[in-house]
């Protein structure tokens, strides 16, 4: 083959073609309770602990995304977005989703600390194979959290609510009912 023929692509082309940038959105759960501060962590289809997160829709905003499928996810009907936590990012190679089977992802999750109501339980979503809900106390969720890309995002979180600089009542926050 003619190393020069239009229908041969250069491996940098190859790679650019086979390669996906994705943007997702997710919270970092707490509550008030008289034990203390709860951190909400969900058992995903992988049989870990992480945190609710998912796709942003096209025309939406981040933090609404984040609002959304931390909702669906945990089945929870009151958060409040307290602040923006941060972004992680990560490669993998999609091996589910059959219009893009093989294609390695470069996927981009942005996380909000976000508040429920203090007697809040939460309903894992089946459809999506989240499996359970726990709610750990401060002290315990470095220990729970089963991504390591991750805890940065859960330090900033816990170093928050250790400070007791946010509250109930934080003026900047956003309610989904």
């Known amino acids: 083959m003619n190393p020069h023929s239009p229908r041969q692509s250069s491996p940098k082309k190859d790679r650019e073609e086979r390669t996906k940038v994705e943007i997702s959105a997710g919270g970092i759960v707490f509550k008030r309770t008289p034990k203390g501060v709860r951190i909400a962590f969900i058992m995903d289809p992988f049989s870990k602990w992480a945190f609710a997160k998912g796709h942003v829709e096209k025309g939406e905003a981040i933090v609404d995304a984040a609002l959304r499928e931390t909702r669906e996810e945990m089945g929870l009907g009151r958060l409040r977005v307290i602040e923006q936590l941060g972004t992680i990012d990560f490669w993998f190679r999609d091996r589910y989703r059959p219009e893009t089977k093989g294609v390695l992802v470069h996927k981009y999750v942005h996380y909000f600390l976000m508040q429920a109501p203090s007697r809040a339980k939460g309903s894992p979503q089946r459809k999506e194979k989240i499996r359970r809900i726990i709610w750990v106390g401060l002290r315990h969720a470095m220990r ?34």
């Open 144 to 177: 729970t959290s089963s991504y390591e890309d991750v805890q940065p995002i859960l330090e900033k979180a816990i170093a928050s609510l250790a400070n007791g600089k946010r509250d109930d009542h934080t003026p900047s926050s956003k309610v989904v009912r």
